[in-house]
């Protein structure tokens, strides 16, 4: 296992420790059907957490899918440079990261997003983070980024991920996906059909490998929007959308959010990928051309 694909691995045991805590949540309401929409905070909805006067940390800089970006420490999380050593490796607990500069390559990093308000969280002010993201229909979404490689960057790449779901597998019942003629918010449906013949009951609703599929594709046919969302019936059935930005910086990113947001999974798409951007016109407008990270004041 290589580096890059051992830093991939970690932020995916991160993804599911997310997908635990969201499907596990003991709260004893249904969630709503898919067609309802989620209404907005209210204006009056408690914020909490006064932000400190002074807040002093290095900005994270480096070269992320081919482009420069800057970002603050505080909104940021698990970011990951070409040389940087697994956890698991045993240069790890020794390990010194050297001077950042725009040449450095960004791999890997992931951040929290509002669907709500579009907009990042800022770990300064908290506020009801957590009591929010385990509330049913929680609008907090968790943003994965991977700089991509030559195989990411082919037009095929997500065709993959799909492909695999689709192949025979009669050991394996539960994990085979047919194409239904329905549509759900323009997305393609894929299911697993058949009955579990030890419960009696759809496949569907009874393991986690039969969670349903979601596709849309681009204007060649290939997989532009990969999404498999969970069938269960907790306040949070997870969702994880895989898709990829090419206009500028070439990334793919993974989505996790509550199945009762996929009615708005376009919109989620978009403001993921504004804030990636975002991080790139901060480079772009940097007044110096910074060769290390610099501290910065708010």
């Given at each position: ?32 059907k ?17 932000l ?12 992320l ?11 940021v ?18 390990y ?10 960004i ?17 300064r ?15 907090w979404?968790?943003v ?24 025979e597998?009669p ?15 323009g997305?393609q ?32 046919g ?10 269960k ?7 994880r959308?895989?898709f990829?930005?090419?206009n ?8 996790l959010?509550?199945r ?32 290390s990270?610099?501290?910065?004041s708010?």
């Amino acid at each position: 296992m290589t580096l890059i694909q051992m830093n991939r691995l970690i932020f995916r045991l991160l993804l599911l420790f997310s997908v635990i805590s969201l499907s596990a949540c003991p709260q004893p309401s249904k969630y709503p059907k898919e067609k309802s929409k989620i209404n907005p905070l209210p204006p009056n909805y408690k914020v909490g957490g006064a932000l400190p006067p002074v807040y002093d940390a290095p900005d994270i800089i480096g070269t992320l899918g081919g482009a420069r970006v800057r970002m603050v420490d505080y909104t940021v999380q698990d970011v990951m440079y070409a040389d940087t050593p697994s956890p698991f490796a045993k240069e790890w607990g020794d390990y010194q990261a050297p001077p950042r500069t725009y040449d450095s390559k960004i791999t890997s990093m992931g951040f929290y997003m509002n669907h709500n308000t579009g907009k990042i969280r800022d770990t300064r002010n908290d506020g009801d983070f957590y009591e929010e993201e385990n509330q049913p229909a929680s609008p907090w979404v968790l943003v994965g980024i991977d700089s991509n490689n030559e195989i990411m960057n082919r037009p095929d790449f997500l065709d993959t991920f799909l492909n695999r779901d689709l192949e025979e597998k009669p050991e394996l019942p539960s994990y085979h996906y047919v194409k239904i003629s329905e549509t759900l918010y323009g997305l393609q449906q894929y299911i697993v059909p058949g009955t579990d013949p030890k419960t009696g009951k759809p496949y569907r609703f009874e393991n986690f490998e039969s969670d349903d599929l979601f596709i849309a594709r681009d204007k060649s046919g290939h997989v532009r929007s990969y999404i498999k969302c969970s069938n269960k019936d907790v306040p949070n059935p997870p969702c994880r959308h895989r898709f990829k930005l090419m206009n500028g910086i070439q990334v793919t990113i993974d989505l996790l959010y509550s199945r009762q947001r996929l009615y708005d999974w376009q919109k989620l798409e978009k403001q993921s990928a504004d804030i990636i951007l975002g991080f790139t016109h901060t480079a772009e407008n940097d007044p110096v051309n910074i060769q290390s990270s610099s501290n910065r004041s708010k």
